[in-house]
């Protein structure tokens, strides 16, 4: 059997005007997250750690912000395409963790719906855990700058 574990990290700056989909998930908030596609930090954090297991580089190589086919779109069809890719490599996904960091909203009461709608673009439920965390008032996501994600995902074959 082989095994790989790769890790992802992403921000996205919160700005007026946008809609929030964090996890595949549309939040009522009044700010969004700016970005080329839809901004999902949380997908894009989980995309950056399967692309990282693959060693294949990383997300901005993959969906590049000057890639019009990528312009405001859901983030879940980067992570089909990706899962796409860890299965012409043999791999499967043998586990996901990851966090989000933000002290507004809170989101905890939207994790299980994030993990249907990941679900929904291949990572199965069993697979995958969201944790949501705050920064305790303290720096970018503190002032409310931004929302930061975290990932780690383990393939094997
Ligand atoms: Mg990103």
Do not use: C, Q
Not at 67 to 81: C, V
């Amino acid at each position: 059997m082989s095994i790989r574990i790769g890790i992802g990290y992403d921000s996205h700056r919160l700005v007026r005007g946008r809609r929030l989909v964090i996890g595949g998930v549309e939040i009522p908030h009044d700010m969004g997250l700016l970005g080329h596609s839809d901004g999902d930090v949380l997908v894009h954090a989980i995309v950056d750690s399967l692309i990282g297991a693959l060693g294949a580089g990383d997300i901005g190589r993959h969906f590049p912000d000057t890639e019009p086919r990528w312009k405001d779109a859901s983030s879940l069809e980067m992570l089909r395409h990706t899962l796409e890719a860890v299965g012409a490599e043999g791999y499967r996904v043998a586990w996901v963790d990851s966090t989000v960091i933000t002290d507004r909203p809170r989101l905890s009461p939207f994790i299980p719906e994030m993990v249907r709608a990941i679900g929904g673009a291949g990572i199965g439920e069993g697979l995958l855990n969201i944790k949501a965390k705050t920064n305790e008032g303290m720096g970018l996501v503190g002032r409310g700058e931004g929302i930061v994600a975290m990932a780690v995902s383990l393939l094997e074959k």
